[in-house]
């Protein structure tokens, strides 16, 4: 299979607990996005990388999430100090740049974090 | 502000009975519009790119079409599978290749 990959699916986690995610976006994508989405409503952007380099990091996002991308592979998001309005689903999505644009993003099926 | 409004935020259609989704957008620049379908627990799955006005894009019974300032997905004699959040994003300008979503519009096909 050679599409988007999240793991975990699921985490339940204790609040103040530090958690990672992992992405692995289909090979031949430079383009890696992390967004966030809570029920009913869409996916809110949260940063996105070209290769290794971050290119940009919603101003929303707190301090407490970091994102890496260490060989323009794979990603991981990690939260610490979770609280419980980190709740949500994680997901992630690649994309190709194609001169200057890029190709339709392509999504993983997301990890749920429940913090209690 | 780059913003996306989808509208409506919910449709209950009989089986059959076609209807349009809107999705409405202020961009400093559009580079794509893009389509996506949700189901409950699941990631998004891409259906459409528009990339210029006056463009239109088919697959089965949808179709989405796109203008300066706003797009629609037209769903035609849509059957209960065809039930989902359906999803409009946009990529902003070509220096800025972030992409951001609507709320979507959750569509329920009535048996």
């Known amino acids: 299979d050679t599409g988007v990959s999240q793991n975990p699916r699921h985490k339940i986690t204790k609040r103040g607990q530090n958690v990672t995610f992992r992405c692995d976006p289909i090979?031949?994508?430079?383009?890696l996005y992390w967004y966030r989405q809570t029920l009913g409503q869409g996916p809110e952007f949260l940063t996105y990388?070209?290769?290794?380099?971050?290119?940009?990091k919603s101003r929303l996002l707190s301090d407490r999430f970091s994102a890496e991308r260490p060989k323009g592979s794979f990603s991981t998001l990690e939260i610490q100090r979770t609280e419980q309005g980190d709740s949500a689903m994680y997901l992630c999505?690649?994309?190709?740049?194609?001169?200057?644009?890029?190709?339709?993003?392509?999504f993983g099926q997301g990890t749920r974090l429940t913090v209690v | 502000e780059d913003q996306v409004t989808q509208s409506p935020e919910a449709l209950r259609l009989q089986e059959g009975e076609s209807s349009s989704l809107n999705c409405s957008y202020t961009?400093?620049?559009?580079?794509?519009l893009f389509w996506y379908r949700q189901d409950p627990g699941k990631g998004p799955e891409f259906l459409f790119t528009?990339?210029?006005a006056g463009e239109e894009k088919e697959k089965e019974r949808l179709k989405a079409t796109l203008t300066k300032k706003e797009s629609f997905l037209h769903i035609t004699a849509p059957k209960p599978e065809d039930s989902a959040t359906y999803l409009c994003?946009?990529?902003?300008?070509?220096?800025?290749?972030?992409?951001?979503f609507g709320k979507g519009t959750r569509l329920h096909i009535l048996p």
């Open positions: 999505a690649s994309s190709r740049k194609q001169g200057a644009g890029n190709t339709e993003a392509f």
């Open positions: 090979s031949e994508h430079n383009r």
């Open positions: 990388f070209q290769n290794e380099a971050q290119l940009e």
């Open positions: 961009v400093s620049g559009l580079r794509g």
């Open positions: 528009l990339y210029s």
């Open positions: 994003a946009v990529q902003v300008s070509w220096g800025d290749d972030k992409i951001i």
